[in-house]
């Protein structure tokens, strides 16, 4: 039910030592809503056995539903925290048949305040071990604006910018990652957009996180954080939809994704651009299998659009269901682990050929 796929180094390094958490400094996170749904035994499991007794730093690096799950990675019982935010956003209903960006938005505020907490953002701040990194794009021009029709006419602009290239975006967007001032976390990004770190403090965490899953016209932006230049901040899946940057920290990344689908950026959804295999080269990625996910409810993972598709209380029954199949992902991730079957690990340009 679960495949795992590496880059040539991560690929020789398991070869050569098995698979062990000691391998892994880095961990990604990527944007995508409820389809991490599918990955919830996956966090389970790596987070409350595999990682348990870690001693080293591991630089936990999250954009939009991403970031989310690195808040709970962070606090100290992140099992408790992870279960927290897969049930209560399971369960969200809106008052409205139609909600607004601003009754989404207070949503977003609730369930973040659930899951933090009392003590989730010191928590967070200073983990010593576990390090929150949540990815956030600042936004100019047009898609700054609050105005649908406004934002409306930048974002088409992005669209064709980046059928271009999406170098083409660094006008519009500026990567800011928010990460404990003890973090030594090292990134390059070959498409080189503005990337500006901010240290975590209790004053910007909330609306850092909340600005990483703020997607554009479902949500308000998140204006002027705290400890950043003024301006409007908005899904880091913009520009880190599921990451193409190259992380140089020593040791290997751990990728869990929903999919076999590597897209760099948001505007990338529709197209056929592929994330750098280069990129990939330290970097483990686990997903589960076709087979897996046409075993689900309507043979898909969930997304936004069964908010709207799917009847209310199907909707949280369905997603529930997932939440509970995902276990066998983890299940299947500790089977490979006890047994060492490190021939099954492929290599990842087999996934980019998706």
């Known amino acids: 039910m679960i495949e795992i796929y590496a880059g040539n180094t991560a690929l020789n390094t398991i070869k050569e030592k098995g698979f062990s958490q000691e391998l892994f400094t880095g961990f990604i996170g990527a944007s995508g809503g409820p389809k991490w749904f599918t990955l919830f035994g996956l966090d389970k499991y790596l ?72 003590s989730g953002v010191t928590e967070i701040i200073e ?79 909330k609306p850092a996180l ?16 705290p400890d950043c230049p003024p301006g409007m901040y908005r899904d880091g899946g913009i520009i880190d939809y599921h990451f193409d940057i190259k992380f140089h920290n020593p040791g290997l990344v751990l990728y869990p994704h929903f999919s076999h689908s590597l897209r760099a950026g948001w505007f990338d ?20 299998s076709k087979a897996f996910v046409k075993s689900l409810p309507n043979q898909k993972i969930p997304d936004r659009t069964d908010f709207t598709d799917i009847e209310t209380s199907k909707r949280i029954e369905l997603w529930h269901h997932v939440l509970e199949r995902s276990d066998e992902l983890a299940e299947g991730l500790h089977d490979f682990i006890e047994n060492q079957t490190t021939e099954n690990v492929r290599p990842i340009e087999t996934l980019l050929q998706h």
């Open 210 to 225: 909340l600005a990483s899953g703020s997607i554009p016209m479902v949500m308000e932006g998140i204006r002027d954080i």
């Open 269 to 288: 959804k529709s197209t056929t651009r592929k994330v750098r295999a280069d990129n990939y080269d330290n970097v483990v990625v686990l997903c589960p």
């Open 127 to 205: 983990n010593p071990i576990r390090k929150a990194h949540f990815v956030v794009a600042k936004t100019n021009g047009l898609v700054a604006s609050e105005n649908k029709l406004m934002q409306g006419v930048g974002l088409a602009s992005s669209f064709a910018r980046n059928k271009l290239s999406r170098t083409c975006l660094r006008s519009q967007y500026e990567r800011f990652v928010f990460q404990p001032e003890t973090s030594r976390l090292a990134i390059s990004d070959p498409d080189d957009f503005t990337t500006q770190i901010t240290y975590l403090s209790s004053a910007n965490l």
């Open 47 to 118: 987070f409350g056995q595999f990682f348990h007794k870690r001693t080293e730093a591991l630089n936990i690096v999250g954009s939009s539903a991403g970031a989310f799950r690195a808040s709970c990675f962070g606090q100290n019982d992140p099992v408790a925290a992870i279960k927290r935010l897969a049930t209560n956003y399971a369960n969200t209903v809106y008052a409205s048949n139609k909600p607004s960006p601003a009754e989404i938005t207070e949503t977003g505020r609730i369930l973040l305040d659930t899951v933090l907490g009392d």
